[in-house]
């Protein structure tokens, strides 16, 4: 059986509930019988070739001991006594049904014939632990796991012996009320790119990016896709820099993200390639504490420098409480470094769960 899906919700306003009705089992008991009976074959046989066996009409009954608050214990009335405040306690539950049998027997002359017989029976069962009850009108009882074993012997020509072994499973089950809490449908992914100009084309200046926080940073027409990408290291290769911009537009906590972009390493001078890029989304809460990091580091040496490159990574699961994410990109040169990176096409997708047939 596969689990019921579940979420983590954080009430952030009042909590509308609602009373509903559930099952709720309050006893289970094992209940065995042994049904033994005999009976005329309507022909004379030589052998019986199977009994196919069946419970039919299967019921069960609750037997009640209703007792006053005082302690007193009195029998079970028709009618409720106005003003008499009781108490009901489930004791014993009386189970019956009819075993169906069919019957195949070879008769004299060698053929196979039918007979079917219909057999009832009733088993009282004592609970191992008296349980009390709020409405006894609402007391019912399920069974589960049944079965009918059958053994026979032919005595006679035309008389059978038959020995039954009933054995189930009885639920005592009370419906109660209660209260439940409605809680909304999980925010679902959105799709598309969650980033502001992605492709880094709108520009205030040829050092600063419009939609995007920059630190030693500069505009390039060597792009992958577009006009323009961004550059990083181009104002300074041995000073660190960093590209930058938060994302308040659909983020949705208990998700993973991918970050995906592309990349080309830029030579200079004596063209000593010697730096590191991380790339990372890093989570926040409403109160803009971080609560969550994805990263992914790329060496110099896996950055090509006559093409762009893809790169890409999905973050871990964040946390339900999460607000808002800043995507960065941080360049780290070592001390003899002279090239550059530029960064084009930044996507940031939301990963959907799987529910069932449909994800969200």
Known sequence: MSVPFQYLFTETQPATCIEIKVPVVIEAVDVEQVVESTMTLPELAIKVDKILASIRDLRGTAVFVDENVSGDIVLVPLGGIPGVLREYTVKKVIVSGTIHKQIFFVNKNNEVRHTAEDLPFTKLVELRTPRKISNRNDVFIQFHNID??????????????????????????????????????????????????PGLEIWADAAHPVFWGASNVAQTTVSHAGAFAAEIGRLNPLLPGSLFQMVTRGIVGGRQYRLTFWVREDVFGAGVSDFSLTAEVVFFDHNGIQVGIGTQTVASTGIPETSYSQVQFVTPVTGTNVASAMIRFAFTPGSTNTNTVKIDDVMLECVPLTLGEAQI
């Open 148 to 197: 009918v074993d059958i053994n026979w012997e032919l005595q006679r020509a035309s008389r059978l012996h038959q020995t039954a072994v009933v054995q189930l499973t009885a639920k005592v089950v009370e419906d109660r009320q209660i209260f439940v809490q409605i809680c909304p449908r999980p925010r679902e992914c959105p799709r598309g790119n969650l980033a502001r100009d």
